[in-house]
T-cell receptor, first 119, second 115 residues
C-alpha cells in the first residue's frame, strides 16, 4: 500500500487565488512527521512546511498552511495568494517515528503534484 | 560547507559500466540519505547513514547498488554494471538531527544517463 498518496497529478490556479494540494498518508505509528517540499524546474528541493503528529494546531509558514486532519489521515497544503513563482512540483512526505521530536529517519514521498499558476 | 554538495552534476555512461556518485554533506550533519528520482516521479529512498553505519539500506534496488560513508562525512554511491533503468537523478540529503522540522537539506543532485 502507498504510504503517501497525492491524487492530483496536475493543478491549475489563477494568480492571487488560493489553491489546495491534497495528501493522504498511511501509517500505524502514532509518532510521525509530515512535510511538504517544492521542486521548481531547477530540481532543488525546497522545504515548505512541517506538521508533527502530536501538534495541536495546524502549521503555517507565511502563505503556506497545512490542513491537518488526523482522523482522516490527510495533510493538505494550502497556498494562499498564488504567485507565478509558485509554479513547480509539490511533494508531500512522511517520516515515521519522528513526530515526537527526533528528526532522523527516511522520508517517504508521494508522487507529487505539478502546480501551474496562470497570470 | 554551506550546503550539500553533489558531484558530478551530470554523468553519461555506457550500459555495463560502473559509476560513482559523491555527496558531501553539511559539516556536522551526522545523518545522510540517498534518494533516486526518475523523470516526473517522486523521490525513492535508497539508503540512510548515521555516522559511518547504515541502519537502513532497505531501498537499494539490487546488489549492483552500494554506498559507503567515511569519516562521518563524504558518501559515495556506487552503481555497478549500469542498466538503462538506472537513469535518474540521484539526490543526497543530510540532517543534523536538531530541529525536527528543518532536518533535511538536499543537494542539487546528479543526473545519471545510461546509454
Amino acid at each position: 500500500a502507498q504510504k503517501i498518496t497525492q491524487t492530483q497529478p496536475g493543478m491549475f490556479v489563477q494568480e492571487k487565488e488560493a489553491v489546495t494540494l491534497d495528501c493522504t498518508y498511511d501509517t500505524s505509528d502514532p509518532s510521525y512527521g509530515l512535510f511538504w517540499y517544492k521542486q521548481p524546474s531547477s530540481g532543488e528541493m525546497i522545504f515548505l512546511i512541517y506538521q508533527g503528529s502530536y501538534d495541536q494546531q495546524n502549521a503555517t509558514e507565511g502563505r503556506y498552511s497545512l490542513n491537518f486532519q488526523k482522523a482522516r489521515k490527510s495533510a493538505n497544503l494550502v497556498i494562499s495568494a498564488s504567485q507565478l513563482g509558485d509554479s513547480a512540483m509539490y511533494f508531500c512526505a512522511m517520516r515515521e517515528g519522528g513526530g515526537g521530536g527526533t528528526s532522523y529517519g527516511k522520508l517517504t514521498f508521494g508522487q507529487g503534484t505539478i502546480l501551474t499558476v496562470h497570470p | 560547507g554551506a550546503g550539500v554538495s553533489q558531484s558530478p552534476s551530470n554523468k553519461v555512461t555506457e550500459k555495463g559500466k560502473d559509476v560513482e556518485l559523491r555527496c558531501d554533506p553539511i559539516s556536522g550533519h551526522t545523518a545522510l540519505y540517498w534518494y533516486r528520482q526518475s523523470l516526473g516521479q517522486g523521490l525513492e529512498f535508497l539508503i540512510y547513514f548515521q555516522g559511518n553505519s547504515a541502519p537502513d539500506k532497505s531501498g537499494l534496488p539490487s546488489d549492483r547498488f552500494s554506498a559507503e560513508r567515511t569519516g562521518g562525512s563524504v558518501s559515495t554511491l556506487t552503481i555497478q554494471r549500469t542498466q538503462q533503468e538506472d537513469s535518474a537523478v540521484y539526490l543526497c540529503a543530510s540532517s543534523s538531527g536538531q530541529g525536527r522540522q528543518y532536518g533535511y537539506t538536499f543537494g542539487s543532485g546528479t543526473r545519471l544517463t545510461v546509454v
